[in-house]
C-alpha cells in the first residue's frame, strides 16, 4: 500500500468529474426543521426509492419498524452546525466522543459514540456504503461528512449487524445525501462568539442536474471550512487551573522556578527558591489552563461529486467520489523537562553554590541515625572546581527535573488528514419484482502529524552536560548549554533551537470492499402483501499503518510527548454472505391492520477470528392503523479492529486523583510500604511520594494479538402512534437493552488500584506488582521511558450493558396566523455498566449513568431532551430550541476524595434561537443566538474526570464552554 502516491494515481477526479456533466435547472425547497422518527417522516413521492437505514429492502412498513431518528437537513440549518459532529453530540441518548471541544487526547479525527458504548462499536455509512477509517483504530472521522450536501442523518440506535456486519453493535449512523439534485445551491456561514474569539466559516457550492434526457443525473460539491481556536485562559473559569481536591489553584509539578528531587536520597520534592539560591518545599505549581484550548481549529477543503445514469430500463450505473483535506491542530501548555533524571555536573555553570551544597548533603539512608549524604563537603568543594570530566574531582549527580520551557511557547501537534473514496456500481431490475445491485468502493485516509515546541530528552541531556555557560563537554550538533535553574527568560533561543528539532508521523488506512446482493419480494405472501428478500454477498480487506520518525518511536525521546508512537502495521479481510426475509403475515384485519415479521443472517469469516454468525428477529404489529407496536431481537458480533490486535506497548498519561503511597501513610504501614517498594518505588522515596499536582498518571495500554470477536445481545420493543383524531402529531417510544460479553477492553484506573490495594493488598499479587512506579521518585508519574504506571492490557474479560429509553413527538398545526411545528427527542438512560472481569463475581460492575470520575469517560446522563418550537410565517420562521441536560454527580465510590462544591453538576438548560428570513424566492438568511442565555459550565476542577473529556475545569464535550455566540447564514438557489 502506498498512501504517498494516491493522490497522483486515483480515479478520483475521473469520477467528481462526472458532477460537470450537468446542466443547472432549480434547486430543491425545503420543509421546517427537526429530529424526528424515520416512522414518523414523510412518505416518499410514488415511484421515488425509499432508502431504508437498517435494511437492504425497500418497503414502507419496514421503514416504520426501525427505530431510526432522523436529522433533517432543515434541522442541521436551524442548529447552524458547521460538522456533523456538532450536532450528533447533542442527539440525546448519544455521549460525546472526541470531538472539537477535546483538545489533549485528540487525534485530529472526530467520532460519534451511540449508547456510550465506545465509538468502536458503532458503524458509520455514507448512503448506506462503510466509510474508509481515518486509522488503526478503525474509526471513521465524521468530520469529513460534507454538511451541506445532506438530505438526512439517520441515527439507528439499535444493533444492525445482521445487516451491516461488524462494529454495528450499538448502532449506525447513515448519512445520506441529496439524491437527483437540480440547480444551484451556494451558502456562507460566518459564526463568532460574544467574546469575540473562535470565528468560523463555511462556504459550501453544489451544482446538479439531468443529463442524456433526464435519464442521468449528477451533483457536484465544493466546501471550505475555517474554524479558530478559543484559548481556556479566555474565559474566566478556564484562566486558573482548580484542584478538584482542595479547590486552590494548583497545577503541574514541571513549573518554573525547577521542582527538583534528587534521586537516591531522602530529598522529597522541592523547589527553587524565588531568589534562585536555594532548594525550598515546593510552593509554585505551573497553571498550564491559559495556554490550553476549549476549541479545537480547523482548515478543510471538500470535493464531492455523484452521478447515475439509465443506460436502458434494465440497467442503471452510478458512480461517487469524495476527496477531504483537513487541518487541525491540539495547543497544549508550554514542554518542558517532565520530571526526567538528568546527569548533572557539580561543575555546571548555571548551578547556584548554595543549591549545591543542600545536594551534596542530602541523606541518602533514612534508616540509619545521622545523614549519610550525598557527597562529603569537601568532595562538593572540589566537584565544583571541576569542569574536565577526567579531573579526579569531577562529580555529577542524578536530579529529577520539573522545568517548564515556557519561553518555547505552546506544544502544537498539527494534523494533516488527506481522504479519498471512490464508487462504482450497477443496479438494475432482475426481474419485475426483484431488484439487483452491485458495487465496489476503494478508499485511502492518511493523517500526518507533525509537532513542534517541545524539545528532546537526548538533547536536553547535552545540554546539561556543561561546565562553562558557553560551550557543552559535547558540542556536537551546536549544542548550547541550558540553564535549569534560572527564572522565565533564562532559556534563551539559542537553546530552544537546539532542542525543539520537530517530530513528526503518519497514520493511514485504506478500504476495498465489494457487495452484490438482489432484493425485492417473490410474488406470494401469506397475506395480500408478499414476502420480500434480499440475499448477497460482501468482501472488505482493510489495512492500516503508523510510521513516526526515531525520535517519535523512542519512549521518552520526545519531551512532553506523553506515549511513544512505535511502527505498527496490519491487515485483515472478511468474506460475509447475508441475508434478509420480511413475512407481511396479516393484512386489514381487524386488530391486525398490518403484522410483519422481519428475520435478518449474516456469515461472516474473518481472516483473523475466524467464522462469526449475526441474527435478528423482529416484526411489527398494527392492532388498528394509528397504532404499531414493534421489537426485534439481534446476535450481533465485533472483531478486533488492527489497533486492538496489533498495537505496540506504549506509556502514556491520564487522569487520576490519590495514591495509596503517597505521603506518609506507608511508613506506619508495613504491608504497604513493600507492596510500593515491590512496585519499583527507591526506600530512599517512602514518605515523600506524591501525586501528581497536574493530576496525572502513566498507563500503559497496547494490542493483544489473542483477542477474540465480542458477543453482544441487544433487543428493542416500542411503538408508533398516529392519532387519527389528533391530525399533525406523530410519537414513538422505543425500549432499547444491549449487553455485551467477552467485551474487548481494558480496566479502568480505579479498577487497576482496586484489583491490588482492596481486594489483596500483598507485595505478592500480581495485581500490585503489574503497576511499575518511577525508580526514581517512587511516583507514578514520569518519563513515560522508565515509568509504566498502571497496566491497562486488552483483553476479552469485560462485560457491558446498557438500557434505557427513547421517546419521539411531533406535531405540526396550522394557526392561522402561522404554522405551528412542535419537537420533541427525549431519552432515558437506566443504566450503563461495565464490568471489567466478567469472570470474577468479586469485579466490580460499575455504573456511570449520571456520574463522572477518572473511571467514566464523557459523561452520560440519566435524562436529556431536545424540543424545537417553530412558528413559520409567510416569509419568516422563528425557531427556538431547547436541550435538558440532567443533573449529574461524582461517582459515589470516589466522591469523598473531592471538595463537595464540585461533587455535582446541577441540570442544564441551553436555548437556540433561530430566524429564517425566505428574502426572495432564491436568497434566504438565517440568524441564529446559541447559547441564548451565555450558560456557562459549572466549575469541578481539572483532575476529577478523565483527560480527555475533563478540560479546563469543566467538561466541555457535555456542557457549553464557548459562551453565546452569533451565525449567519447567507443561502442562494437557482
Known amino acids: 500500500m502506498k498512501l504517498q502516491t494516491y493522490f497522483k494515481a486515483s480515479a478520483a477526479p475521473a469520477v467528481l468529474g462526472l458532477a460537470l456533466l450537468a446542466q443547472p435547472a432549480m434547486a430543491q425547497d425545503s420543509d421546517e426543521g427537526g429530529i424526528e422518527s424515520a416512522a414518523t417522516a414523510d412518505a416518499p413521492a410514488p415511484g421515488q426509492s425509499i432508502v431504508v437505514t437498517g435494511s437492504r429492502i425497500q418497503n414502507p412498513n419496514l421503514e416504520q419498524a426501525s427505530p431510526v431518528a432522523v436529522v433533517t437537513a432543515e434541522e442541521l440549518s436551524l442548529q447552524q452546525a458547521n460538522t456533523a459532529e456538532e450536532s450528533l453530540r447533542q442527539i440525546p441518548g448519544l455521549v460525546p466522543s472526541v470531538g472539537s471541544n477535546v483538545n489533549n487526547g485528540n487525534g485530529g479525527s472526530t467520532y460519534v459514540n451511540l ?11 455514507l448512503n448506506g456504503t462503510r466509510l474508509v477509517p481515518q486509522g488503526l483504530n478503525g474509526l471513521t472521522n465524521i468530520d469529513v461528512i460534507p454538511v ?30 441529496k439524491r437527483d439534485f437540480e440547480g444551484v ?18 462556504g459550501d457550492m453544489i451544482v446538479g442536474g439531468n443529463f442524456g434526457d433526464g435519464r442521468g443525473n449528477a451533483v457536484f460539491a465544493v466546501g471550505y471550512t475555517n474554524r479558530e481556536a478559543i484559548f481556556q485562559g479566555d474565559r474566566s473559569y478556564g484562566v486558573n487551573n482548580i484542584s478538584s481536591i482542595t479547590g486552590a489553584a494548583g497545577g503541574s509539578s514541571t513549573a518554573i522556578p525547577s521542582v527538583i528531587t534528587v534521586p537516591g536520597t531522602t530529598s522529597g520534592t522541592l523547589q527553587v527558591s524565588p ?19 476549549y476549541q479545537t481549529p480547523l482548515e478543510q477543503y471538500r470535493l464531492y461529486g455523484s452521478s447515475r445514469y439509465e443506460i436502458n430500463d434494465a440497467i442503471e450505473v452510478f458512480a461517487e467520489g469524495m476527496f477531504v483535506q483537513s487541518t487541525t491542530s491540539t495547543i497544549i501548555a508550554s514542554s518542558g523537562t517532565f520530571r526526567n533524571v538528568l546527569d548533572t555536573p557539580l561543575s555546571n555553570p548555571f548551578l547556584p553554590g548554595g543549591i549545591r551544597n543542600q545536594i551534596c548533603g542530602f541523606d541518602t539512608d533514612a534508616d540509619l541515625a545521622g545523614t549519610q549524604p550525598l557527597f562529603s563537603q569537601a568532595e562538593c568543594d572540589a566537584a565544583a572546581l571541576a569542569t574536565d570530566p577526567n579531573d579526579p574531582a569531577y562529580r555529577t549527580v542524578g536530579i529529577d527535573y520539573g522545568r517548564r520551557f515556557i519561553e518555547f511557547g505552546p506544544r502544537l501537534s498539527e494534523y494533516r488528514t488527506r481522504l479519498f473514496q471512490i464508487k462504482a456500481g450497477a443496479r438494475g431490475a432482475l426481474v419485475s419484482n426483484l431488484d439487483w445491485e452491485i458495487f465496489g468502493a476503494y478508499g485511502e485516509s492518511e493523517n500526518v502529524q507533525r509537532q513542534s515546541g517541545n524539545g528532546t530528552l537526548s538533547r536536553l541531556q547535552q545540554s546539561v552536560l556543561a561546565t562553562n555557560p558557553n560551550t557543552c563537554l559535547d558540542d556536537s550538533n551546536g549544542c548550547v548549554p541550558i540553564d535549569l535553574f534560572g527564572p522565565q527568560g533564562s532559556i534563551t533561543p539559542a537553546v530552544q533551537s537546539f532542542l525543539d528539532v520537530g517530530n513528526s508521523g503518519t497514520e493511514g488506512a485504506a478500504l476495498s470492499q465489494v457487495q452484490a446482493f438482489i432484493s ?6 401469506i397475506s395480500a402483501e408478499p414476502i420480500a428478500i434480499a440475499l448477497g454477498a460482501e468482501y472488505r480487506d482493510y489495512s492500516a499503518f503508523s510510521r513516526s520518525d526515531l525520535l517519535s518511536q523512542t519512549p521518552g525521546e520526545v519531551l512532553g510527548n506523553g506515549a511513544a508512537s512505535p511502527d505498527v502495521e496490519g491487515a485483515y479481510d472478511v468474506k460475509e454472505v447475508f441475508g434478509e426475509l420480511v413475512v407481511p403475515l396479516v393484512s386489514g384485519a381487524a386488530f391486525a391492520d398490518e403484522l410483519t415479521l422481519e428475520l435478518a443472517g449474516r456469515i461472516s469469516d474473518y481472516s483473523t477470528t475466524g467464522t462469526e454468525y449475526t441474527w435478528k428477529a423482529g416484526g411489527s404489529w398494527s392492532p388498528v392503523p394509528s397504532l404499531q407496536i414493534r421489537g426485534g431481537y439481534q446476535r450481533v458480533t465485533r472483531a478486533p479492529n488492527i489497533s486492538e490486535l496489533f498495537a505496540v506497548p506504549v506509556t502514556g498519561l491520564d487522569n487520576f486523583d490519590t495514591d495509596p503511597c503517597a505521603g506518609a501513610a506507608p511508613t506506619t504501614d508495613a504491608n504497604l510500604r513493600a507492596i510500593c517498594l515491590a512496585q519499583g518505588a527507591p526506600a530512599t522515596s517512602i ?6 499536582p497536574a493530576g496525572q498518571v502513566n498507563v500503559t495500554t497496547g494490542g493483544n494479538p489473542n483477542l477474540a470477536a465480542e458477543k453482544a445481545n441487544t433487543w428493542t420493543i416500542g411503538a408508533v ?3 387519527v383524531f389528533a391530525p399533525g402529531l406523530s410519537m414513538t417510544i422505543d425500549y432499547y437493552n444491549i449487553k455485551l460479553n467477552d467485551a474487548i477492553t481494558s480496566p479502568t484506573i480505579g479498577d487497576v488500584f482496586s484489583a491490588c490495594f482492596d481486594n489483596n493488598p500483598s507485595p505478592t499479587n500480581p495485581a500490585c506488582t503489574s503497576i511499575r512506579r518511577n525508580p526514581a521518585t517512587g511516583n507514578l508519574f514520569g518519563n513515560v521511558g522508565t515509568t509504566p504506571g498502571l497496566p491497562l492490557v486488552l483483553t476479552n474479560q ?3 450493558f446498557t438500557d434505557g429509553i427513547d421517546l419521539v413527538a411531533n406535531y405540526s398545526t396550522d394557526l392561522g396566523f402561522a404554522g405551528l411545528d412542535l419537537g420533541f427527542f427525549g431519552n432515558w438512560t437506566n443504566r450503563s455498566r461495565f464490568k471489567a472481569n466478567q469472570d470474577d463475581p468479586a469485579s466490580l460492575n460499575r455504573d456511570c449513568v449520571g456520574y463522572y470520575s477518572i473511571n467514566c469517560a464523557s459523561i452520560q446522563p440519566e435524562f436529556s431532551f431536545t424540543q424545537r418550537t417553530t412558528l413559520s410565517f409567510d416569509e419568516v420562521d422563528l425557531s427556538l430550541r431547547w436541550r435538558f441536560i440532567d443533573a449529574v454527580e461524582v461517582e459515589p465510590l470516589v466522591a469523598d476524595t473531592f471538595l463537595e462544591e464540585f461533587r455535582t453538576i446541577p441540570s442544564e438548560h441551553y436555548f437556540d434561537l433561530t430566524a429564517v428570513f425566505n428574502v426572495t424566492d432564491s436568497f434566504a438568511l438565517t440568524a441564529a443566538v446559541i447559547n441564548l442565555f451565555d450558560n456557562e459550565p459549572k466549575v469541578v476542577g481539572s483532575n476529577i474526570g478523565s483527560t480527555s473529556y475533563n478540560s479546563g475545569n469543566v467538561f466541555p464535550s457535555t456542557y457549553d464552554a464557548l459562551g453565546r455566540r452569533y451565525s449567519v447564514t447567507a443561502r442562494m438557489t437557482f
Open 520 to 525: 425485492g419480494d417473490v410474488g406470494f405472501g
Open 115 to 125: 449508547r456510550g458504548l465506545g465509538a468502536n462499536r458503532n458503524l458509520v455509512l
Open 798 to 800: 469485560g462485560q457491558i
Open 148 to 177: 451541506a450536501l445532506l438530505e438526512r442523518m439517520d441515527v439507528l440506535t439499535g444493533g444492525a449487524g445482521a445487516t451491516y456486519g461488524a462494529d454495528a453493535i450499538s448502532g449506525v449512523v447513515n448519512f445520506v445525501t
Open 185 to 202: 445551491d451556494i451558502s456562507a456561514t460566518n459564526q463568532i462568539t460574544e467574546e469575540g474569539d473562535g470565528y468560523t466559516f463555511r
Open 275 to 293: 531568589d534562585g539560591t536555594s532548594l525550598v518545599p515546593f510552593y509554585a505549581p505551573f497553571n498550564f489552563n491559559p495556554q490550553n484550548i
Open 721 to 723: 402512534f398516529q392519532p
Open 687 to 692: 514518605g515523600s511520594i506524591i501525586v501528581d
